[in-house]
């Protein structure tokens, strides 16, 4: 089935420094990745759509400018936590749905999640 | 605003006996509704899904149920097993977008 490998699936940082996070679609193309956040015993919320080849795509209350999303590739989307703070402390999920599926609503394939820690 | 509700927090579930969890949605514009399933520190895995154009979609021992009117729609699984524990989200989406609105979970334990 189809794979999603997100790298880091763990880190810990200092406050004040950035952290990438990598999302790559294993077996198949994806021209979105979504982005997602959850907050311990709470929902997964949207940050953000990622885009292959254009600007990101943000939520409501998400800063573009603390979260930079690249969609270089078909198959990799990254994430970028810009001068993090301990509030920033979450788990980060990234998503994508296979361009082959049968209807524009084929689910997603989830990464494992990042667990991000700053101090 | 929640457009997408699991009341119930948690449900503990005897093995081999039935496991009901409930959804609720607020926006009508939703037409495809999804279950998955997540352990801790792992991304979510897909379960089952719906489009609004049915009331029952059934898939081994998981079986959802849509009901357009109430807005409701809910997860049947049986019999359960103890692998079954897990937080289980139901999720939703329009046919325009490609955006999914989760709920907020709800975690079953399935006990011998």
């Known amino acids: 089935g189809a794979v999603v490998s997100q790298h880091p699936s763990r880190v810990i940082c200092k406050s004040g420094t950035s952290v990438k996070i990598e999302c790559r679609s294993l077996?198949?193309?994806?021209?979105?990745m979504f982005w997602y956040r959850q907050f311990p015993k709470q929902s997964l919320m949207l940050m953000a759509t990622s885009n292959e080849g254009s600007k990101a795509t943000y939520e409501q209350g998400v800063e573009k400018d603390k979260f930079l999303i690249n969609h270089a590739s078909l198959t990799l989307s990254t994430l970028t936590v810009t001068s993090a703070h301990p509030e920033d402390s979450s788990f980060y999920i990234c998503?994508?749905?296979?361009?082959?599926?049968?209807?524009?609503?084929?689910?997603?394939?989830f990464g494992n999640g990042t667990r991000l820690t700053v101090t | 605003d929640q457009q997408v509700k699991q009341n119930s927090p948690s449900l503990s579930v005897q093995e081999g006996r039935i496991s009901i969890l409930n959804c609720d949605y607020t926006n009508s514009m939703f037409d495809y509704f999804l279950w998955y399933k997540k352990y801790p520190a792992e991304g979510p895995t897909f379960l089952i899904s719906i489009s609004s154009i049915k009331d029952k979609n059934e898939d081994g021992r998981f079986t959802v149920f849509l009901n357009k009117s109430a807005k409701h729609l809910s997860l049947h699984i049986v019999p359960s097993q103890p692998g079954d524990s897990a937080v289980y989200f139901c999720?939703?989406?329009?046919?325009?977008?490609?955006?999914?609105?989760f709920g907020t979970g709800t975690r079953l334990q399935v006990f011998p």
């Open positions: 998503s994508a749905r296979d361009m082959g599926g049968l209807t524009p609503n084929s689910p997603l394939h």
């Open positions: 999720a939703a989406s329009s046919y325009n977008t490609d955006k999914l609105i």
């Open positions: 077996d198949f193309q994806a021209t979105t």
